[in-house]
Each structure stands twice: as structure tokens, then as C-alpha cells.
């Protein structure tokens, strides 16, 4: 008969573990928005929808195609599917940033150098062709309210910039939407 007071105490441990992890992950994400390096990176959004999660664009950038030029240090013959890429992104002249040099593996500690953490899509070889890399912030979710209004405007090309927030370690976070410099819409803390 000492099973009972067992499970109930089972199961708040078990509570409080989901519970803390559920409130690091809210805090790790704004902990990037609030503290990452702000970039600003040019986009070639597409409108899809998700089943669970509702509403969200599918975005493209020009950092996702690396190619076997940006490469330094060791590089392999090919790439499996969720191999761990970090690319040092440069500010150009138009203000957007952009990929200047990419390693396999681990992120040289270069100082002030903004280095974006991802992984290849799908396995490929490396030598020929460009590497095509996830950053984590392919998809921006946004509100049942806030939805339609931004999914015409991604229709209307009228979004073509995303502000992105990227942490020391390389994670990354959509921060804010923007057009012409102009901010759309502004990604919230919590």
C-alpha cells in the first residue's frame, strides 16, 4: 500500500523536469533574440502550412547554398544528411550578409567574426556542387491574427528581408521581417 505517496511523488518530479525544460527552451530562444548578433540576410520566402503548428512561411537564403570554393580546413569527399557546417557571414556593400568562408565541424573561435551553425539538408558529395545547409530558421510561425496579412505580403514580395539574431555558439533566431528597411513585423521575447 506505499505504491501511492510513490507514484504522486513520480509523478510531480516528472511535472517539474517537463516543466523546467519546456521553460529553458522559452528562455534559451529569447535569450538569443535579446543577446545574438543582428544580421540582416535578403530572402526568397515560399508559403506553405503545417498541419500542427499552423500558419508559417518557408524561407530561402543565399546562405544556404555554399559552395565548395567557401570551404576551408578539412573538408570530406561527400556530406551525410545533418552533417554540422559553420559559416562566417560578411556584411556586404547592399547591407545584407552573406557567406564568405565555411568549415566542417566546429566554429573557429575568430573573435568578432559572426559564425552561423547549421547542417546539410540531405547527402551529397562535396566536391562539385554547393552545399545545401539549415539554419534552423527556414520556417517563421506566426499568429492565426498575423498570418494572412504577412502571407500576402510574402505573395506580393513585399518581405525581402529577415533580421536574424545569431548567438555566440552559432544558434540562430528570426527576429523581425522586414521591407525596404522597414520592420513588418517583430518576433516577441516570450
Not at 52 to 65: A, D, K, T
Not at 86 to 103: K, M, S, Y
Request: one cysteine or more; a neutral charge; hydrophobic letters at 45%.
Amino acid at each position: 500500500m506505499h505504491k501511492k505517496p510513490f507514484l504522486i511523488v513520480s509523478a510531480l518530479v516528472s511535472a517539474v523536469v517537463l516543466c523546467g525544460i519546456l521553460v529553458w527552451m522559452i528562455a534559451d530562444r529569447a535569450a538569443i533574440l535579446r543577446d545574438g548578433r543582428e544580421i540582416v540576410l535578403k530572402t526568397e520566402p515560399i508559403d506553405p502550412r503545417d498541419l500542427l503548428r499552423g500558419r508559417y512561411v518557408r524561407l530561402n537564403y543565399s546562405i544556404s547554398r555554399v559552395p565548395p570554393i567557401a570551404f576551408t580546413g578539412e573538408k570530406p569527399d561527400y556530406f551525410d544528411s545533418g552533417t554540422m557546417i559553420f559559416v562566417r557571414l560578411e556584411q556586404g556593400a547592399d547591407g545584407f550578409w552573406q557567406a564568405a568562408e565555411a568549415r566542417v565541424g566546429s566554429r573557429p573561435n575568430d573573435g568578432e567574426d559572426v559564425w552561423i551553425r547549421g547542417e546539410t539538408a540531405f547527402r551529397m558529395a562535396s566536391t562539385d556542387n554547393p552545399a545545401n545547409v539549415r539554419y534552423g530558421i527556414e520556417r517563421f510561425y506566426a499568429s492565426e491574427a498575423v498570418a494572412p496579412e504577412i502571407e500576402q505580403r510574402m505573395r506580393d514580395r513585399e518581405v525581402t528581408e529577415v533580421v536574424v539574431a545569431v548567438a555566440a555558439d552559432g544558434r540562430a533566431q528570426i527576429k523581425a521581417l522586414r521591407q525596404a528597411g522597414n520592420t513588418i513585423y517583430t518576433e516577441r521575447l516570450y
